[in-house]
C-alpha cells in the first residue's frame, strides 16, 4: 500500500516560517520525482515546486521561488518544505505528490498526472 504522509502544519504569523515534511512508504522512493501542491478555499490546486529523483534539480512557482525550499533524504524517504516569509496569502491545504519518473529532472507536470497523494496539511498565515 502507497502511502504519503504530510506533517508540520499550522497557524504562523505572516513573516514567520514552517517545514512540511511527507514520509513515503510502498514505492521505491527513488524513482519517484515529488512535488507539492496547495489549495486555498474556493480555489483549484496549484503547483507549489517539485524536485528531481535524486534531489539536485528543483522548481519554484514564481510567487515561492526565493522563499520556500524543497529537499529530499532518499534514505529517510522524505521530502521537506522550508517555507520562509510567509504570507497571507500562502494560506491553503498543502498536498504532498509524486510521480514515477525515468528523467532524473524537476518535473512541472500537471496535477492530474501525479500518480499518489498524500491527505494533504493545513497552512494558515494570519496578517
Known amino acids: 500500500q502507497v502511502r504519503l504522509v504530510e506533517s508540520g502544519g499550522g497557524l504562523v504569523q505572516a513573516g514567520g516560517s514552517l517545514r512540511l515534511s511527507c514520509t513515503v512508504s510502498?514505492?521505491?522512493?527513488?524513482?519517484?520525482?515529488m512535488a507539492w501542491f496547495r489549495q486555498a478555499p474556493g480555489k483549484d490546486h496549484e503547483f507549489v515546486a517539485s524536485?528531481?529523483?535524486?534531489?539536485?534539480?528543483?522548481k519554484y512557482e514564481d510567487s515561492v521561488n526565493g522563499r520556500f525550499t524543497l529537499s529530499r533524504d532518499n534514505v529517510m524517504r522524505t521530502v521537506t518544505l522550508q517555507m520562509d516569509i510567509l504570507k497571507p496569502e500562502d494560506t491553503a491545504i498543502y498536498f504532498c505528490?509524486?510521480?514515477?519518473?525515468?528523467?532524473?529532472?524537476?518535473?512541472?507536470?500537471?496535477?492530474?498526472?501525479?500518480?499518489?497523494w498524500g491527505q494533504g496539511t493545513q497552512v494558515t498565515v494570519s496578517s
Open positions: 505528490t509524486a510521480v514515477r519518473l525515468i528523467s532524473p529532472g524537476a518535473p512541472a507536470l500537471p496535477r492530474p498526472q501525479y500518480d499518489y
Open positions: 510502498g514505492v521505491t522512493f527513488s524513482e519517484y520525482a
Open positions: 524536485i528531481g529523483r535524486d534531489g539536485t534539480r528543483t
